[in-house]
């Protein structure tokens, strides 16, 4: 695997955010944005239609078939990786997307960011939406100790016992628990939620951040069971605090 060698000129790696649904870039997202898409013709993204879509939608005037893409999803071959940042190496940037939000964080982006810092190439991440971030700012949680757990186990016992395990940890050590479920599976884990934590354990739902529908409120578990809430197919952030 070829590294950047000291004296060359080598391209950089941008981690570039994307939005969080189907809302305007510009209305999210700083202009900045659009002047590094516009500099950037090389890109690891993980949908191709729908990373042409956003690029239009921030630069309408950027020729589209000027853009070199990557796919960068599960079907991809790991030994592959390394070969998407060739360019780098050659002098030319690369832009990282996300499929939502930002690049790395709870994304197979991250493994591209490994092998750009084992292969000195620059990592410059960009200003955007982060679900995870932004839900914890607006939870009114512990944020100076807490921690994203990603997807809960499918198998419902399993998932049970991890719930009241990050519960149990929670209170024991104050730290804010985050997690997140498939948005179609949504109302049947909200339930379950409702069943499995204490009383008085206070929840947080932070749903379609940043989009005309968003919903963020924390209330105690006891509160919630007595709320009826529809969160079907919408991106929806958990944590809870014991």
């Known amino acids: ?14 981690l570039i955010p994307t939005t969080l649904g189907d809302n305007a870039p510009l209305e999210v997202l700083p202009i900045s944005i659009k002047g590094t898409i516009e500099k950037i013709d090389h890109y690891i993204v993980e949908n191709e239609k729908t990373a042409r879509h956003f ?4 630069s309408p005037s950027k020729p589209q078939p000027s853009l ?15 070969s998407y940042l060739d360019p ?4 030319f940037n690369i832009g990282l997307l996300s499929e939502a939000g930002c690049p790395g964080i709870a994304d197979p982006g991250a493994d591209v960011v490994r092998i750009a810092h084992e292969r000195r190439i620059q990592v410059v991440p960009l200003v955007g939406p982060s679900s995870i971030l932004m839900a914890m ?16 186990p499918i198998d419902k016992a399993d998932r049970k016992a991890k719930i009241k395990f990050l519960e149990k940890l ?20 909200f339930v379950e939620l409702v069943k499995i934590l204490q009383k008085s354990t206070r929840l947080c739902i932070a749903c379609d951040i940043t989009l005309p529908t968003e919903f963020i409120k924390t209330k105690s578990v006891h509160e919630w069971g007595e709320i009826e809430l529809d969160l079907d197919k919408r991106p929806t952030i958990y944590i809870i605090q014991a």
């Open 1 to 14: 695997m070829e590294e950047a060698k000291p004296g060359l000129v080598v391209g950089k790696l941008y």
């Open 55 to 58: 690029i239009k939608k921030v």
């Open 68 to 82: 070199i893409i990557q796919t960068l999803n599960k079907y991809t071959n790991p030994d592959e990786i390394p």
């Open 88 to 91: 780098c190496i050659h002098g």
């Open 137 to 152: 700012m607006s939870s009114g949680m512990n944020g100076q100790n807490f921690a994203f757990n990603g997807y809960l």
């Open 170 to 189: 929670s209170r024991e050590t104050g730290q804010s628990q985050i997690f997140m479920e498939t948005p179609y599976r949504n109302n049947k884990f």
